[in-house]
């Protein structure tokens, strides 16, 4: 087993310093969906964990891309493409991070080398984001059933987790080689390392989402009076304004609400993938393979893969004089 490192990458009250921002910005973020801007709840729950692991970065991302500035006007705050491409991001950060961040906090507890870690956190990733983010909480939203979701919501997912893992990937890897007690759940560092790396994935995972969501093979963001508290089309889809609200006739202008940002809004909702060439959709599923072979090249370069968790080493040890072995 090769020397471990403990080189911080910051200090440590930056750190708790860091933690305490994202607890408030947890608060506020959780409290502001829960109470005031109606979106969809599997985005809500969405928004709150991804600002758990991006803090406030996070917080200015939902203050700008979500939290409804005024009443009646969510529908048209988050119509623009490159909103619902965010809230695309998001929903994959939420299931794949989180799966990423529970398979590593495991892998650490048995100590397996980085080089077997990182593919179990991709594999959790992927099953975590797939099983739970993607086809049980959406299959309302694509009017499916469990198993025709599942099999809907594969390619695109598996596309978005490649780019997901492209960004966390080396982050992970360089920040636990220069530090490996972030190799750890029970150090701090552990936790830094998870949100630098979230980060990284979310900027990483945003262009790929923003081609899908313009493809309609995902969704972005949505709101509970166009599309229901769980995402399934309310009646008013088939009004001429696109959606209605609390069985009123459909919104006006004068409230708020355009029928051209409930279009829009609605527009958005998965249609399926038969629009989309399939040489398109390969090139696309192909780029994103390539995306996450060369994470995994530059976490090869800059960081050690066969690093294990375990008390850290600032040098190896030398023979004083005059010990006998």
Not at 70 to 91: C, D, N, R, Y
Not at 124 to 145: E, H, Y
């Amino acid at each position: 087993m090769s020397p471990m490192h403990a080189t911080p990458w910051a200090p440590e009250w930056l750190l708790w310093g860091w933690f305490g921002l994202t607890l408030l910005s947890v608060a506020y973020v959780a409290w502001d969906l829960f109470t005031s801007t109606p979106e969809m709840k599997v985005m809500k729950w969405g928004w709150v964990l991804v600002t758990l692991y991006t803090g406030p970065v996070g917080l200015l991302v939902y203050w700008f891309s979500c939290r409804e500035p005024a009443p009646g006007t969510h529908e048209q705050f988050v119509a623009p493409l490159w909103k619902q491409a965010v809230g695309s991001t998001i929903h994959c950060a939420a299931g794949d991070a989180t799966g990423i961040i529970v398979a590593a906090a495991i892998t650490g507890y048995f100590g397996l080398s980085m080089g077997t870690d990182i593919w179990v956190e991709y594999a959790a990733g992927f099953v975590f984001g797939l099983f739970i983010f993607q086809a049980l909480f959406m299959k309302d939203m694509m009017n499916m059933s469990y198993g025709q979701a599942l099999r809907s919501s594969f390619l695109p997912e598996w596309m978005s987790m490649n780019a997901m893992m492209a960004g966390m990937l080396p982050t992970m890897v360089i920040l636990m080689t220069r530090d490996m007690r972030a190799m750890e759940a029970t150090s701090p560092w552990f936790w830094a390392a998870m949100s630098a790396a979230t980060l990284v994935g979310v900027v990483v995972a945003y262009p790929i989402n923003w081609w899908l969501v313009k493809h309609k093979l995902k969704h972005g963001m949505g709101t509970e009076r166009a599309l229901g508290k769980g995402g399934s089309p309310t009646a008013a889809e088939h009004g001429h304004a696109g959606m209605m609200m609390n069985g009123m006739p459909p919104a006006t202008p004068a409230m708020g609400i355009s029928a051209h940002a409930g279009h829009a809004m609605l527009s958005m909702r998965p249609t399926g993938d038969d629009h989309v060439p399939a040489g398109r959709k390969a090139l696309v599923t192909l780029l994103s393979l390539l995306l996450l072979a060369a994470s995994y090249y530059v976490a090869a370069r800059f960081g050690d893969l066969s690093m294990r968790p375990g008390p850290p080493m600032h040098m190896p040890e030398m023979a004083m004089p005059g010990m006998t072995h």
